[in-house]
């Protein structure tokens, strides 16, 4: 079982930044995949920002070249560094973990909220 704390959502002007971080209960190094998604109001969820097989990144079209997903793996914690927000980035951001061993496991913590007003 992995627990995933995420914090740090808030309320910022367009052009602002937010960093949010997302806590793992276990080694990161177990973990095979961390992400970051986003749920706008009345959308569906998407793929913001995610770690992919060890240090590979991959970005949703909409905010690459302004969010950083990066790491501390002494501090088993993954952050999303969000800078020159834009209204349309608001929304409830979730943090999410894949295990594979014997099966895939998905793993999911509770959202943060990100609001950014024009």
């Known amino acids: 079982q992995v627990q995933l704390v995420a914090s740090g959502g808030g309320l910022v002007q367009a052009g602002g930044s937010l960093r949010l971080s997302c806590a793992a209960s276990?080694?990161?190094?177990?973990?095979?995949?961390m992400c970051w998604y986003r749920q706008a109001p009345g959308k569906q969820p998407e793929l913001v920002a995610a770690?992919?097989?060890?240090?590979?990144?991959n970005y949703a079209e909409s905010v690459k070249g302004r969010f950083i997903i990066s790491r501390d793996n002494a501090k088993n914690t993954v952050y999303l560094q969000m800078n020159s927000l834009k209204p349309e980035d608001t929304g409830v951001y979730y943090c999410?973990?894949?295990?594979?061993?014997?099966?895939?496991?998905?793993?999911w913590g509770r959202g943060t909220q990100v609001t950014v007003s024009p």
């Open positions: 999410n973990a894949v295990v594979v061993a014997i099966s895939r496991t998905e793993y």
């Open positions: 276990i080694t990161i190094f177990s973990i095979n995949a």
């Open positions: 770690f992919t097989s060890g240090s590979s990144t």
